[in-house]
């Protein structure tokens, strides 16, 4: 964060790859991406660091994270030819691939970076998945209400974002009622059932706070869905 806040992208990247030597890509997300992000939003929420300056880590990241993806290379990955890199799955129509799980950011330019980073991952199981960019909720359920995918993923890196995910999640339960949504509360360190039980009990066991949960979740070793349909509850991550 101290690198990316200094705007040194070289070092950065450096460390990123030095991290990937010894790591795999999911773990380079998770322990230090997103904690990056994390503190990014923390200093902007606290106007310790300008929108400007905001703006620019989040660019920088999601710049970082696009080459990282493109470099790593896992033997165990379904899709290791890459033959479309999730960049250009995201971009694509909604006729380009089946897409059945559409990852939705919340409110900010970091929760659409975790989102991607989720694709990617999903992507490397052999799993179709999209992620929309950052728009209104209107916007964006226009969006859903076109692709009708079986699963939605809202992202949201906590804290400070909560109302917000609530908010967008009843909107998509009332647009698309028979659709599963699981909820990734990225970075949060509390008590998950308080949490859970103010998203009413459809959203019971559907919520993670880490990417490999989303991921085991979504997808196994064969593509298949680990989301129940008809909204039965799994154990929360």
Request: glycine share 6%; hydrophobic share 40%.
């Amino acid at each position: 964060y101290q690198r990316m806040l200094a705007s040194d992208l070289g070092e950065a990247r450096q460390v990123l790859s030095a991290y990937l030597r010894e790591k795999s890509l999911q773990e380079l997300y998770e322990e230090v991406v997103i904690p990056s992000l994390a503190m990014a939003q923390r200093d902007r929420n606290q106007d310790d660091l300008d929108e400007a300056a905001g703006d620019s880590i989040s660019r920088n990241t999601r710049g970082l994270v696009e080459e990282m993806n493109e470099e790593y290379v896992d033997s165990r990955d379904l899709s290791s030819d890459m033959s479309q890199s999730p960049k250009s799955a995201l971009r694509n129509g909604p006729d380009a691939r089946r897409t059945r799980i559409i990852c939705v950011p919340t409110r900010t330019s970091a929760d659409e970076t975790i989102a991607i980073m989720l694709v990617q991952l999903l992507e490397r199981r052999g799993e179709p998945a999209r992620c929309l960019p950052l728009g209104s909720f209107e916007e964006m359920l226009d969006q859903l209400f076109e692709y009708k995918p079986e699963v939605v993923v809202v992202s949201a890196l906590q804290p400070f974002a909560l109302a917000h995910v609530r908010k967008l999640h009843s909107q998509i339960r009332a647009r698309l009622p028979q659709t599963n949504i699981l909820v990734g509360l990225w970075n949060f360190n509390g008590a998950i059932e308080g949490v859970a039980a103010r998203f009413g009990p459809q959203a019971e066991g559907l919520i993670v706070t880490n990417l490999a949960a989303a991921v085991e979740m979504l997808s196994d070793s064969s593509g298949k869905h680990r989301v129940p349909q008809n909204h039965d509850a799994i154990a929360s991550r």
